[in-house]
């Protein structure tokens, strides 16, 4: 589409948009985008999300009649349709006059820059428009697309998740993995090269946080359907450096990283005669075991590699 950026940039809003009604300090409320695995193979980062954020003092609201954004997929085949489908999303969110809250970075990378485009190229806006008459929606664009990881980080803060930690991570030494998608293009809170939110998150619950070069390195995404050749090898030599690098835990913040970390280790066995049984969690399931809560809680205990076993949580 000509005229649309090639990385739009969004603008964070201020913390205090966010905050309920006076009376209610401290509490924090958004419109929730669950994405198409929320309720199938991401599930318990769902269940992890709603756990943990609740026990944070914050509120999500699933956004009413939401679909799919289109992943990465639809938006490399035909760049108006994975917007459109985003400005609807956009637009159902904003009825809520609510901040978008997201978890899944590929829905990330489609939400926030499709805002930034609306709001910053007159001929995308027109176009979208029209596509957002056909089905009687408008976005203003007033709200704003905001990553889990940095409503904890940045909106709710640092020192409020670490005043709630009640079962520190002593002792865990973790890698964050950030994936490819929630730094770049770019995003006003990270470093696109070397993002450390989530570092500095898993420092707050105690955990031992341990370089790990690979944090932006791409898992091969949907690739394991169509290449699974170059996904395996992708994948293999994230955990092959987690594993070196002395790691009890793998940390994600995205559904598909999540998946192809966790579900194809017997392959990568019988491909390059290594087993890593390193397990990986969501960021939601990781803080909400530090804030105390449960492994039937944050649904820990149905990935592939058994966390809550290898962790000594049961």
């Given at each position: 589409?000509n005229?649309v950026?090639?990385?739009?940039v969004h603008?964070?809003?201020d913390?205090?948009a966010?905050?309920?009604?006076?009376g209610?300090v401290?509490?924090?409320?958004?419109?929730?985008?669950p994405?198409?695995?929320?309720h199938?193979s991401?599930r318990?980062?769902?269940?992890?999300?709603?756990?943990?954020?609740?026990a944070?003092g914050?509120e999500l609201?699933?956004?009413?009649g939401?679909?799919c954004?289109?992943?990465?997929a639809?938006?490399?085949?035909?760049?108006l349709l994975?917007?459109?489908?985003s400005a609807?999303?956009?637009?159902?969110a904003e009825s809520?006059g609510?901040?978008?809250?997201v978890?899944?970075?590929?829905?990330?990378?489609?939400?926030?820059?499709t805002?930034?485009?609306y709001r910053?190229?007159?001929?995308?806006r027109?176009r979208l428009q029209?596509?957002?008459d056909?089905?009687?929606?408008?976005?203003e664009?007033?709200?704003?697309?905001?990553?889990?990881?940095?409503?904890?980080?940045h909106?709710?803060?640092?020192?409020?998740v670490e005043?709630?930690?009640?079962?520190?991570?002593d002792?865990?030494?973790?890698?964050p993995?950030?994936?490819?998608?929630?730094?770049r293009?770019?995003?006003?809170?990270e470093?696109p090269?070397?993002?450390?939110?989530?570092?500095?998150l898993?420092?707050?619950l105690?955990?031992?946080?341990?370089?790990?070069e690979?944090?932006t390195?791409c898992?091969?995404?949907s690739?394991?359907?169509?290449?699974?050749?170059v996904a395996?090898?992708?994948?293999?030599?994230?955990?092959?450096e987690?594993?070196?690098?002395g790691a009890h835990?793998?940390?994600?913040a995205?559904?598909?990283c999540?998946?192809?970390?966790?579900?194809?280790?017997?392959?990568?066995?019988?491909?390059y005669?290594t087993?890593?049984d390193?397990?990986?969690?969501?960021?939601?399931?990781?803080?909400?075991?530090?804030?105390?809560?449960?492994?039937r809680?944050?649904?820990?205990?149905?990935?592939?590699?058994?966390?809550?076993r290898?962790?000594g949580?049961?």
């Amino acid at each position: 589409m000509n005229g649309v950026p090639d990385v739009p940039v969004h603008r964070p809003s201020d913390r205090a948009a966010n905050r309920l009604p006076e009376g209610q300090v401290n509490r924090l409320r958004y419109a929730f985008y669950p994405g198409c695995t929320a309720h199938a193979s991401a599930r318990d980062y769902t269940r992890s999300t709603y756990a943990t954020f609740r026990a944070l003092g914050i509120e999500l609201e699933e956004v009413p009649g939401w679909s799919c954004c289109g992943s990465t997929a639809v938006s490399n085949v035909d760049p108006l349709l994975g917007m459109a489908l985003s400005a609807r999303n956009l637009a159902l969110a904003e009825s809520t006059g609510l901040d978008l809250a997201v978890t899944c970075n590929a829905c990330y990378a489609n939400l926030a820059p499709t805002l930034e485009a609306y709001r910053e190229e007159r001929r995308v806006r027109d176009r979208l428009q029209r596509v957002l008459d056909a089905v009687d929606r408008h976005l203003e664009a007033e709200r704003e697309v905001k990553h889990g990881v940095h409503i904890l980080t940045h909106d709710l803060g640092l020192d409020q998740v670490e005043e709630r930690v009640r079962r520190p991570l002593d002792g865990v030494k973790a890698v964050p993995y950030y994936g490819c998608l929630l730094s770049r293009p770019r995003n006003p809170y990270e470093d696109p090269e070397n993002p450390t939110s989530l570092d500095e998150l898993l420092a707050s619950l105690g955990a031992e946080v341990l370089p790990f070069e690979r944090k932006t390195k791409c898992c091969g995404g949907s690739f394991m359907n169509t290449k699974e050749e170059v996904a395996l090898r992708l994948t293999f030599e994230i955990l092959e450096e987690a594993r070196e690098r002395g790691a009890h835990l793998i940390v994600c913040a995205c559904a598909m990283c999540q998946l192809n970390l966790d579900a194809y280790r017997g392959k990568l066995r019988a491909r390059y005669g290594t087993y890593h049984d390193t397990p990986v969690l969501y960021f939601t399931q990781a803080v909400g075991l530090a804030l105390g809560l449960g492994c039937r809680d944050l649904a820990i205990g149905q990935s592939f590699v058994p966390a809550d076993r290898l962790l000594g949580l049961r």
